[in-house]
């Protein structure tokens, strides 16, 4: 069993998550962090046990004995830190949204291709139970057609203008963050739209802070969408079918739920606890396709990822959202 070796970009919050799920497997070799501050990159590979730590990205992807990083810093870097790793080789599983714009993740595909080097986004959901039995329920017939999905996610984080959520030079908004998981859920059961609608409210610092989606599809179907700062309704996704709903919610420490309500009166509902949050499961994923010489991966391929990008910016083009100096689209 080869062990590969990781390093982790960018030590924040999610990182720490991240390395939890890393130790739950056996072939994954906690290795290097790359920081922009060397104290930091110290005090994480101390806490978590990281052999080496570095004061620069540049130095992280450049160690010749890193076999794969994951990429935790704000969105309005993953295209450059993604860059920088593919250019040396290195194996790359970046956090979401993958990037900015589908310009730029069309290149980071590119690139992967070029540097014939593995590149996956880290997308939590397809990995999950709830996520499976979901699906699962919906092709084996029991609900009806499905006519409607109304998803969404809201929590309410104290507000601080440079955090990357609410500054838009770090790609902040609730969209990104958070509304992104509300739009996968739509492309994962229904597939792309037709026609999709938006409209957002903004915040002091000009980033998007509460945002409305409608897609319509050419079969009568439609999905609302919404993510917000500004109130907590939890993380879920109603699917409302011929016979009955699916409801498919999960909590912020990713307990998964999914419920059952038929018209008939009939219910049913499956829970499911993860350990370590589902984390573990792209990166065994990521080690899976390594071990198989693939680069990429069958379970959150490139292509989804690039047809999310693009309704991504369908949906900021609506709804007026835009990031200065990075938006081909809205700044033409
Ligand atoms: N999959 C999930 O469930 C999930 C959940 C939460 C977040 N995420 C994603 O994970 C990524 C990181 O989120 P997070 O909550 O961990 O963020 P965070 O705690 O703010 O950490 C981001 C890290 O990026 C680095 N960084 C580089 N340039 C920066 C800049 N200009 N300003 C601020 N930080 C900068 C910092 O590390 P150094 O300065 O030490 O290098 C910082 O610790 C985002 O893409 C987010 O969407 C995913």
């Keep these: 069993m080869?062990?590969?070796?990781?390093?982790?970009?960018a030590p924040g919050k999610m990182s720490g998550k991240f390395t939890a799920g890393l130790k739950m497997l056996g072939n994954a070799g906690l290795y290097a962090v790359g920081s922009r501050d060397a104290a930091r990159a110290e005090n994480f590979?101390?806490?978590?046990?990281?052999?080496?730590?570095?004061?620069?990205?540049e130095e992280l992807a450049r160690d010749p004995?890193?076999?794969v990083i994951?990429?935790?810093?704000?969105?309005?870097?993953?295209?450059?830190?993604?860059?920088?790793c593919l250019r040396n080789k290195k194996a790359v599983l970046c956090e979401k949204a993958f990037s900015l714009n589908s310009g730029e993740v069309e290149e980071m595909i590119y690139e992967s291709k070029k540097q014939n080097t593995f590149l996956m986004e880290a997308l939590w959901p397809p990995f999950q139970p709830f996520y499976q039995k979901a699906r699962e329920i919906l092709a084996s017939g029991r609900m009806g057609k499905p006519l409607h999905l109304n998803g969404y996610f809201s929590f309410i984080p104290p507000f601080e203008a440079e955090d990357r959520k609410f500054n838009i030079s770090l790609g902040g908004g609730s969209l990104l963050d958070i509304g992104i998981y509300p739009v996968i859920d739509a492309l994962t059961y229904f597939g792309i739209p037709d026609e999709v609608k938006a409209s957002a409210a903004f915040g002091p610092t000009g980033s998007e802070e509460s945002i409305s989606i409608i897609f319509r599809y050419n079969d009568g179907r439609m999905a609302t969408l919404y993510s917000s700062f500004r109130t907590n309704v939890g993380i879920g996704c109603d699917i409302l079918c011929e016979k009955g709903?699916?409801?498919a919610s999960r909590g912020r420490?990713?307990?998964?739920?999914?419920t059952l309500r038929l018209h008939s009166g009939e219910q049913d509902e499956f829970v499911f606890s993860p350990p370590a949050m589902g984390y573990h499961w792209e990166a065994e994923e990521v080690m899976k396709c390594l071990d198989e010489g693939r680069t990429e991966s069958s379970v959150v391929p490139l292509s989804f990822s690039l047809d999310l990008i693009r309704i991504l910016d369908q949906v900021r083009e609506e709804a007026g959202i835009v990031f200065p100096g990075r938006d081909r689209v809205n700044e033409e």
Excluded: C
Aim: charged content about 15%; overall charge neutral; proline content about 2%.
């Design 245 to 247: 709903n699916v409801i």
């Design 65 to 67: 004995d890193v076999d």
């Design 45 to 57: 590979a101390v806490q978590h046990g990281f052999m080496k730590f570095y004061g620069s990205y």
């Design 253 to 258: 420490d990713m307990n998964q739920r999914v």
């Design 70 to 84: 994951y990429i935790a810093s704000p969105h309005s870097y993953h295209y450059e830190h993604t860059m920088l």
């Design 2 to 9: 080869k062990i590969y070796k990781w390093g982790i970009l």
